[in-house]
C-alpha cells in the first residue's frame, strides 16, 4: 500500500514555501519567482505589454517548478493572501498528471513561518482519523 504524502504550499507571487507534512511537519523549502520588482521596472520603461509579457512568462516558470514538487505527493493544500494559489491550481487542472492528486485551496491572512506550519499541521491533523 503506497502511503499517503502531504505538503502545504503558502505562497504569493513572489515566493513559495513548501511545507512537507507526515506525523509532524517537516523541513520547508523555498521557492522563488524569477520576475522581481527590478526586472517589471525595466521592462515598464520600455512598454507595459512587455512587462505583461515577461511577468507572464516568469509565473508560468515559477508554477512549473512548484508543480514539479507537487507531483510527487498525494494531497496538496494551496493557501495565501493572494490570487497566485488560484492560478497554481488552475494551472494544475489544465494538466491530467495532477487529476489523483487531492487539492486543495484555502484563503489565508499573511502568515509568520511559525503560524504557517502550525495552519499545514492542524489542516491534516484534522482529516486523520485514528483506526480502534
Do not use: C, W
Not at 512568462?57 to 494551496?78: C, D, G, R, T
Not at 495565501?80 to 484555502?106: C, Q, R, S, W
Amino acid at each position: 500500500m503506497k502511503s499517503i504524502t502531504k505538503i502545504g504550499i503558502f505562497m504569493d507571487h513572489s515566493k513559495a514555501r513548501i511545507i512537507e507534512f507526515s506525523d509532524e511537519v517537516k523541513e520547508t523549502k523555498i521557492i522563488e519567482s524569477d520576475f522581481t520588482y527590478h526586472d517589471k521596472v525595466e521592462t515598464l520603461k520600455r512598454s507595459e505589454s512587455e512587462m505583461n509579457n515577461k511577468e507572464q512568462q516568469k509565473l508560468s516558470s515559477y508554477y512549473k517548478n512548484i508543480a514539479e514538487i507537487i507531483e510527487n505527493f498525494n494531497e496538496v493544500l494551496l493557501f495565501g493572501p493572494t490570487d497566485a494559489k488560484v492560478e497554481l491550481y488552475n494551472f494544475l487542472k489544465n494538466h491530467h498528471k495532477y487529476d489523483k492528486i487531492k487539492i486543495e485551496v484555502k484563503n489565508t491572512d499573511k502568515m509568520r513561518e511559525d503560524e504557517q506550519h502550525h495552519f499545514v499541521r492542524d489542516y491534516y491533523k484534522k482529516f486523520d482519523f485514528k483506526k480502534i
